[in-house]
């Protein structure tokens, strides 16, 4: 399974985060106190965002991989972060790929955050005032860091970080005042998910075209080949997409919601979906044979619809979820 990839700076240059996004989808989603608490922080600029229950997924090497675990604890380690001490991190970001863009990792633990900040410190890191509030920046690669609580920091670039804190301050700022993302989590809340990734539209984008094509064409690079992929590309344009994996013993179950653009577009989507899991639609035509472990996800796929919200859970297995890998 390829990732789409959230850049922070950190320490010695940028690192790279695995998205949904699924970014790849949204920690809130998951029934966590935990990611509930740190999506006050995410910003309303975000249109991506990846949640992840660290405390499990670092002992699991398969949703560790998944969810880009190795370049996570490399960026804990750059900011002398013990990374046995994160129970919940989240990943956000927006489109554009300038070093001006709105992103960041928000992790909460069981650190003490005035620590993290005196070592930074020391490494040559400069404290400045931002609205009131203490914001520490590297000279190196103008990352900044502030810190919310004793227990929850957020690194990024200066207008994630700066967006995080208006996040804080006022609701309306916040990612979880868009309406897809309020439609979105209400199908994730019954069930803890360690990975959540939620992609919506930020309210303020004014071309709704080009932003599908972007959300699109983010979810498939996440996706890569495979029933995953396909599932996605049958979804095709949405104003909110959400994906949530989990784990029961060699299985992954997956869950993903869409909302798409009215009631007849889901419609269309469903029937499409159930078509695609029929012995004659694309389960025979690219599976069947060549890929009887995705036929035999692609088989297990419900599907509900309610409204304008296509539902989607699916079993897969590891090598069908790794996209035909076997790490």
Known sequence: MRTSQLKVPAHNGRVLFAGLFFTLFLAAC???????????YVPSSSYAVLAVNWKTVSKDPDLKRISKGADVERLFAQLGVDGATVTEFAVFGEPAESAQASRGLIAMGAFNSSDIVKGLQDR???????????VYTNPADDSWLTVFEKNVFIVGTQAGVNNAIRAGKKPENRFASNPEYKI???????RQYPIVMMVAFPPASQDMANAAIQISSTVMDLAGAGPLGELFNKIGYARGLGCAISR??????VAVSAVMKDEESAKLVSGTLNLLRTVGGMVSKNYAQSDPESASAIRTMVVDKNGEVVSIKMTMSRRTLMGGTNP
Not at 30 to 40: D, E, T, V, W, Y
């Open 248 to 253: 029961k013993g060699n299985e992954f179950p």
């Open 184 to 190: 979105l989590t209400s199908h994730f809340e019954t």
């Open 124 to 134: 040559g890191w400069a404290e400045r005032d931002f609205e009131g509030r203490r």
């Open 30 to 40: 998951s029934g966590s106190n935990g990611q509930r608490a740190l999506f006050k």
